[in-house]
């Protein structure tokens, strides 16, 4: 598999016979201000779903779900672990108007820069697009604007504008080009010319004044984490994951690697997953394993929910039920359980972590150290679990420390601790006598 790099992407346009334009490369210096740079690659519309498909098949982790107000965004944005963002367009953005309205000086772009699977537009045509950007709401346009002051020594301004007057985006360009005598970026204003241009002041007006947050942000083409359902691939399997729910990391698919080499000699295993969110773990796994039960639980229903819809779309019959850790469930109702796993929230109130749009219940452990609920999960588990169980748990490395060595006290003997970037993957063995 390839990334979503700048190399990767050429090689896959090329091999489909497509061609694109790359309106922001990574190369370029990020700015403070601008925080992560997509690279932006613009494709004509008529080959989206060619572009789409070659994209697919690169290797990415993530994708916002394209849904409603989500649509407003001309394309599909991909990014990866390593901080790699592909923003894959088959229009430019113009939010809150439909994308549709920036069709002529897309044609422009496209029809620059010579030959190439990957080709660089001319550099008029880039800086009109580039003032249009800045002159939009939402976030990022500080890295256009950047880049537009870069240019603009060695820009013919004259073609610069013949291009946006053609493209009825001269409103932009002029405002850009005052801007530039000035420290700052012109801001959200008046782009269009012609009849446009009162109908955009309306419309942005009213994404100015939007309500919630989130539609404003939507609104614009510019939704942040959690506004949107995410895409997520692990273990070779694809869930999707709703606004509210966790999205799962790259730890899960550790995590599913450890619980199988834990349960490798049992023939027919039973696992359980508690606190499984999308269901992201226990499909991987009932993907992997085909003769596992494989049963998830979540105190959340719109977890619930997302993972039984995710396991209806793979076609996996993973059993998925709503309920507090164990709470309601019956041992022998169950089985004995040969594997048990469990990502619940461990982050102590004490270290408290930018949560962004993540549900804080998600991962905002309980009690002073925030083990809490794996306290409670160790010692309910014993009357489900067949001696030699595996427990595979997820938190912070010092967390394990002392959770190992309670686990002694509790029936179960520590077997390793695997450190992943800022966690630790533990697993137990459950030795089968049942302590109170
Ligand atoms: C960090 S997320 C992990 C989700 C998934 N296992 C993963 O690794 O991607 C923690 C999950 O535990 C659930 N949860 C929190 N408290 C719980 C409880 N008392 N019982 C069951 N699930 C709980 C949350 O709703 C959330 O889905």
Known sequence: MRGLD?????????????????????ALPATAQAGYRPMQVLVARDS???ATTAVELLDWRYSWVRRGLGRLQPGRTYWTDTGQYLDLLWGLPAAPFPPASLDALAGRLLASGGDGPLRTPDPEALAVHLAVQSCRPGRGHEADWERLRVMAGTLDWRAARRIAVESGVHAAL????????????????????????PAWT?????????????????????????????????????????????????????VIDVALRHIEAVERPLLLEIGTGCGAIALGIAARLPQATVV?????????????RNAARLGLAVRFERGALLAGMDPSGIGPVDCLIANLPYVPSTRRVALGSVPAATVEGRGADGLGLQRQLIRDARPFLRPGAAVVLQMLPDQ???????????????????????????VARFDGRSRA
């Open 6 to 26: 700048q190399d990767s992407i050429a090689e896959g346009f090329g091999a489909g016979g497509l061609s694109g334009v790359v309106l922001t490369g990574t």
């Open 48 to 50: 989206r779903a060619a």
């Open 174 to 197: 002029d405002r850009a080009r005052r801007a530039l005598g000035g420290p700052d970026r012109p801001g959200p204003g008046p782009i269009f010319g012609g009849a446009l241009g």
């Open 202 to 254: 309306i419309a942005s007006g009213f994404q100015r004044w939007a309500r919630p947050a989130r539609l404003r942000r939507l609104l614009a083409g510019a939704p942040a984490y959690g506004d949107l359902g995410v895409r997520v691939r692990l273990a070779g399997i694809e869930v999707i994951v709703p606004p509210g729910v966790f999205v799962p990391t790259a730890s899960a698919d550790v």
């Open 296 to 308: 998830g639980t979540d105190r959340s229903g719109r977890a619930v929910r997302a993972a039984s």
């Open 400 to 426: 394990w420390d002392a959770l190992a060595n309670e686990m002694v006290e509790s029936g179960y003997r520590s077997v390793e601790g695997i450190a992943l970037d800022g966690h630790v993957i533990g």
